[in-house]
C-alpha cells in the first residue's frame, strides 16, 4: 500500500470517528439524535450553530438513516452505495481537514 493511500485511509478513518463522537456526545448532551432537521428552524442562533456540528457529524447522519431505513424498506443497491459513498468522500474531507488542522498547530508531524 503507498504513503499516500495510508495517509488517506488514515483520514478516512478519522473523518468516520470523530463523525460518531461528536454524534454521540450531542445525543448524550441534548437527549436527542443529530439530524438535518436542525436547519428547519428557520434563522435563528441555534440554526446557525448547527452548522459546524452537521458538516462534521454529516457522514455518521447519512449512515445512520440508510441503515435504519433499510430495515423498514428493501432499498435499491444503487442507493444505499451512492449514500456510502457520499458519507465515505464528506468523512475523508472532514479528516483531512481535521489531519490538517493539527499539522498546522504542530501536533502531528
Not at 436527542?32 to 462534521?56: K, M, N, T
Request: charged share 10%; proline share 6%.
Amino acid at each position: 500500500m503507498s504513503p499516500d493511500a495510508l495517509n488517506s485511509f488514515f483520514q478516512l478513518c478519522i473523518g468516520f470517528a470523530l463523525a460518531g463522537a461528536i454524534a454521540s456526545a450531542y445525543q448524550a448532551f441534548a437527549k436527542r439524535p443529530p439530524s438535518f432537521s436542525l436547519l428547519q428552524q428557520g434563522p435563528s442562533p441555534e440554526a446557525f450553530a448547527a452548522v459546524p456540528l452537521l458538516v462534521f457529524t454529516a457522514p455518521f447522519i447519512i449512515m445512520r438513516n440508510t441503515l435504519r431505513n433499510g430495515a423498514a424498506e428493501q432499498h435499491r443497491v444503487q442507493f444505499v452505495m451512492i449514500a456510502t459513498v457520499l458519507a465515505g468522500l464528506w468523512s475523508l474531507m472532514s479528516g483531512t481537514f481535521i489531519v490538517m488542522t493539527l499539522e498546522a498547530l504542530g501536533i502531528l508531524a
